[in-house]
């Protein structure tokens, strides 16, 4: 979610950010399709299966080869289980209220960075490009074997590319 948030700050203060890295986002609201997953899910949460929604989530967060990787998988599912059924449910409720926001990407005028995952299930690359040529001047760079969750996923690669944009 953060960037949502990021975006959010951009359209409210964009003088208070000297630059702006998006990764693992992009800037449509959910189309009615996911809207209805988004609201299943908090369904499901609410009648007692959060357990079993994160599971259902996983293969749409992270790379197809680390579902059974305990060091990013199993955080996954433990950062879940400490963030409980209700912080879930308000963070979808708020995805679900999220704008969209492609109007506003031309109007972004400090140094971006758009960074995802090749197999980014949510984002894919295609919504982060869309992102990296509306807003001027930015750069997109895709990191290869790695879905939605690239700090965790592939974090040497993340750590790079956001090393060599600050540089």
């Known amino acids: 979610?953060?960037?949502?948030?990021?975006q959010e700050i951009m359209r409210r203060a964009p003088e208070r950010v000297e630059r702006l890295a998006l990764l693992n986002t992009n800037a449509r609201a959910d189309s009615?399709?996911?809207?209805?997953t988004r609201r299943e899910l908090i369904r499901l949460s609410e009648i007692g299966k959060f357990k079993g929604?994160?599971?259902r989530l996983l293969p749409n967060l992270?790379?197809?080869?680390?579902l059974k990787d305990e060091a990013v998988a199993g955080v996954v599912l433990q950062m879940a289980e400490r963030i409980g059924q209700d912080?879930?449910?308000r963070q979808q409720m708020a995805i679900l209220a999220r704008v969209d926001g492609r109007g506003d990407l031309p109007?972004?005028?400090?140094p971006s960075l758009i960074v995802c995952g090749r197999e980014d299930a949510l984002s894919p690359v295609a919504l982060h490009a869309e992102m990296a040529e509306a807003i001027p001047?930015?750069?997109?760079?895709?990191?290869e074997e790695c879905g939605h969750l690239s700090p965790l996923e592939r974090?040497?690669?993340?750590?790079?590319?956001m090393r060599a944009w600050l540089t």
Request: hydrophobic share 45%; proline share 8%; net charge positive.
């Open 87 to 89: 912080a879930f449910k």
């Open 155 to 161: 974090p040497q690669a993340t750590s790079d590319a």
């Open 1 to 6: 979610m953060g960037g949502y948030v990021a």
């Open 107 to 110: 109007a972004i005028r400090v």
């Open 53 to 55: 929604v994160t599971p």
């Open 32 to 36: 009615e399709a996911q809207s209805q």
């Open 137 to 143: 001047n930015a750069k997109l760079v895709v990191i």
């Open 62 to 66: 992270i790379h197809p080869s680390r």
